[in-house]
């Protein structure tokens, strides 16, 4: 059974970091990519980032680029997304989500496995 698991999340002001965590079971690692999305109130679930498990590979959505960064533990089968310089408008629940495959993608419907969320509320 495929389980993942966020923790993280929490109170941040403005221009603070936050490093959020999705420990995953019941994968082959080494067949699937990992995503963080994230769900802002009255907004549509949107992609933040992306990693390969296998070479690493990333990807991230323009408006964290250069503030964000998805990286993986392959020994804790975790990984992680360090957001840094966080605005308001990084209010959201982030999501882990986990899809086989060697690309990153970005649409939600390529995911087949979902977290439960952690709330990421930023203050001004």
């Known amino acids: 059974q495929v389980q993942l698991v966020e923790s993280g999340g929490g109170l941040v002001q403005a221009g603070g970091s936050l490093r959020l965590s999705c420990a995953a079971s019941?994968?082959?690692?080494?067949?699937?990519?990992m995503g963080w999305f994230r769900q802002a109130p009255g907004k549509e679930r949107e992609f933040v980032a992306g990693?390969?498990?296998?070479?690493?590979?990333?990807d991230y959505a323009d408006s964290v680029k250069g503030r964000f960064t998805i990286s993986r533990d392959s020994a804790k089968n975790t990984i992680y997304l360090q957001m840094n310089n966080l605005k308001p408008e990084d209010t959201a629940v982030y999501y882990c989500?986990?899809?086989?495959?060697?690309?990153?993608?970005?649409?939600?419907?390529?995911?087949?496995?979902w977290g439960q969320g952690t709330q990421v509320p930023v203050s001004s």
């Open positions: 989500a986990a899809r086989s495959g060697y690309l990153v993608a970005t649409a939600q419907y390529e995911y087949n496995y």
């Open positions: 990693i390969s498990w296998r070479r690493g590979r990333t």
């Open positions: 019941g994968l082959t690692f080494s067949i699937y990519t």
